[in-house]
């Protein structure tokens, strides 16, 4: 067994690293940008090394600094994570030379599967089903519109060396063809450096299953069953499950046999993840999958199979470094259900743009698998989410008997457990996606998300933090205390009244009046334009409960200078009293197209003079190696331009000002 362990990577994937190799009594190494000097992976190590400035070109790509890390410290191996240096056949071909080991595949497996045009030629030779589609060399822009065309739309454009989602278009007709192509080439260069593609055929009502294996050097692979990753936002996971809904006995042995035959194919040794993309438009068949690509790495979503299997993989990762063996296949076994949601910094309501800063407040559920909870994170309160880095919070795992188990704990953990703020998250996304009747009927392909936006993102608070924040601001010195009832104090809550409470709030950039009314036993509340009956009210020290329209729900609370901060069905939001002032200055700032967060402008197609219409692209912006398309808010001409391609731009700086027309 290895002695001293790098680890080679950062946030809650080092943390999870770590938790194993100090069970088995390895030593640990974590290596930091001077962003993380504070995180609690490099306070988890036994040793930690500063790589560089907090950019991951100068810090975690650097495989130089790694080794040489490696090799002051006395680390015999090196575990690269997932993300960074973990697909990189350079490095673990260097590691080799150096005389580490590399904690994954060989440098020949990696490449072979790292690039899919020649990863599915790989996969037809070994007899794994394939989409059909163009994997050729030839990548002049002419001839691969030529051979979409043949395919037939839809089509998706694929970086042969791209992975989470990034370097992917999806192009509906032909037309469009040569404009997505050019994104799609420049966010590849950009992220893997290589700009190839791959064509591929898109399959209607698309489901994404993989398919966990695990090879060891005696020659031998054995799988440990299927995940479900379908509910994905650009071609990126949200939430995850094993086994996959809907499927058979069947159908499993022809999918996990297929992802066997993948990693036997490049003598695979280590954890890998072969994933295939499954016609849902019905059923599932033996004849209705085929290989997408495969990971060469621990995936993200590792734990729902940890859970239901009761393997520790990371642990299965280094006794297979260190020469040991994979169980028999006869000895893995499938219980239960297991779900994975994926907490991170970014607002729903502006198209889920990043959401950077400190992490004021920060509350996660503790681990506890006797009730079916697990949580893996590499943040803490008081840390900040980084430009730099990806904005994952934390992984959120539940398990049980059944489907229907995993996902009530998990909308319980997210009601009563989560709290971020001043960092917005998708955790109200996260919870509205678990409680939609087709994700609980396991109705769920990889446009689920996209079809139902409206429903899963809404731009406001939910109701119920509207009521809370009235009921706790209405105390004057904070919030209710015991069995205090509002309806009986003398300051304008008297039972009967025609208005008990009317107020005007503001949450983020909305604004709206309240009022709330006791009708007997129930209480009448006006949001705006709507009209809920609440019922069951109980108030305890720094929370409200109640049935809202007959379903139970809930608030946490805190009072603050500015207004009450609410945690209520998974968001935080600060509710005050309307400021009239601030609501002039953003009415006013409403021909401003400003950097939703700081970054890179790779492109200003507009001029001053130029008429443009709402929705056109006015600036194109780099950020956490992705592209954001700034659109105009209205239809006008283009009074000024302040910013040119290749500015480096903070948060809210105005790139683009709108005059009428």
């Not at 100090?22 to 930690?48: C, F, K, Q």
């Not at 200003?604 to 950020?623: F, H, I, M, R």
């Amino acid at each position: 067994m290895m002695k001293k362990l790098l680890i080679a990577n950062r946030g809650e994937i080092a943390c999870r690293v770590m938790r194993s190799a100090h069970r088995l009594g390895i030593a640990t190494v974590a290596v930091y940008s001077e962003a993380d000097a504070n995180a609690p992976h490099v306070r988890m190590a036994d040793e930690a090394v500063l790589l560089g400035p907090p950019p991951a070109r100068e810090s975690y790509l650097k495989a130089d600094l790694i080794l040489k890390a490696a090799k002051e410290t006395g680390a015999d191996a090196i575990h690269p994570g997932y993300g960074f240096l973990s697909e990189n056949a350079d490095f673990a071909r260097a590691c080799a030379k150096a005389g580490v080991t590399f904690v994954g595949p060989s440098a020949e497996a990696i490449e072979a599967m790292g690039l899919k045009d020649r990863a599915k030629k790989l996969m037809e030779e070994a007899g794994v089903p394939v989409t059909p589609g163009y994997h050729g060399e030839n990548q002049e822009p002419d001839y691969l519109k030529a051979r979409a065309d043949e395919i037939g739309y839809p089509v998706l454009i694929k970086a042969v060396a791209g992975g989470g989602g990034k370097g992917m278009r999806k192009v509906e007709a032909s037309d469009a063809f040569l404009e997505a192509l050019e994104s799609c080439k420049r966010e590849a260069a950009s992220s893997f450096g290589d700009e190839r593609v791959l064509i591929e055929k898109f399959i209607a009502s698309p489901r994404h299953i993989e398919v966990q294996v695990f090879g060891d050097s005696r020659g031998r692979v054995v799988h440990f069953f299927e995940r479900d990753c379908s509910l994905q936002r650009r071609h990126q996971k949200v939430i995850e499950e094993a086994p996959a809904p809907g499927m058979t006995p069947n159908v499993r042995a022809a999918m996990c046999s297929a992802a066997v035959r993948a990693a036997q194919a490049v003598d695979y040794v280590g954890a890998g993840t072969i994933e295939f993309i499954v016609d849902g438009s019905g059923p599932l068949r033996e004849d209705g999958f085929y290989f997408m690509e495969m990971n060469t790495r621990l995936q993200v979503e590792h734990p729902v199979t940890e859970q239901v299997t009761g393997m520790d993989l990371v642990e299965l990762q280094l006794r297979v470094a260190s020469g040991g063996s994979v169980p028999e296949q006869d000895h893995i076994h499938l219980k239960g259900w297991a779900m994975e949601a994926r907490l991170y910094a970014e607002d729903p309501a502006t198209g889920f743009l990043p959401s950077i800063g400190q992490l004021d407040f920060l509350d996660l559920p503790e681990t506890d698998l006797a009730q079916g909870v697990r949580t893996d994170s590499g943040v803490r309160q008081g840390g900040e989410v980084s430009l730099h880095y990806d904005p994952m919070i934390a992984k959120l795992i539940t398990f049980g008997d059944t489907r229907e188990d995993a996902i009530d704990r998990l909308v319980a953990v997210l009601d009563h457990d989560v709290r971020v703020f001043p960092v917005k998250t998708n955790a109200g996304f996260l919870r509205r996606a678990l409680t939609h009747a087709d994700f609980r009927a396991g109705n769920v392909d990889t446009r689920f998300i996209d079809a139902r936006l409206e429903d899963l993102a809404p731009k406001s608070p939910p109701a119920f933090s509207y009521v809370a924040a009235a009921l706790g601001l209405t105390e004057g010195a904070g919030l209710f205390a015991g069995d205090a009832d509002p309806w009986s104090v003398a300051d304008g809550f008297r039972a009967n009244a025609e208005a008990v409470i009317e107020m005007g709030f503001q949450a983020d950039e909305a604004r709206l009046s309240v009022s709330l009314e006791r009708q007997g036993e129930a209480i009448e509340a006006r949001i705006g334009e709507a009209s809920y009956t609440l019922s069951e009210v109980a108030l305890g020290p720094a929370s409200v409960k109640a049935r809202l329209e007959g379903r139970e729900v809930s608030a946490r609370l805190e009072a603050r200078k500015r207004g009450m901060l609410v945690a209520c069905q998974g968001e935080t939001h600060l509710i005050g009293l309307y400021n009239p002032a601030a609501m002039a200055d953003a009415l006013e700032a409403g021909g401003a197209v400003k950097a939703p967060m700081p970054g890179k402008v790779l492109s200003v197609p507009v001029k001053a003079g130029d008429s443009v219409k709402k929705g056109q692209t006015l600036a194109v912006l780099e950020a956490m190696k992705m592209e954001h398309a700034l659109s105009a808010p209205r239809d006008g001409v283009v009074d000024s331009v302040s910013a040119a391609e290749g500015d480096q731009v903070g948060d809210g700086a105005v790139l683009v000002t709108l005059a009428d027309e």
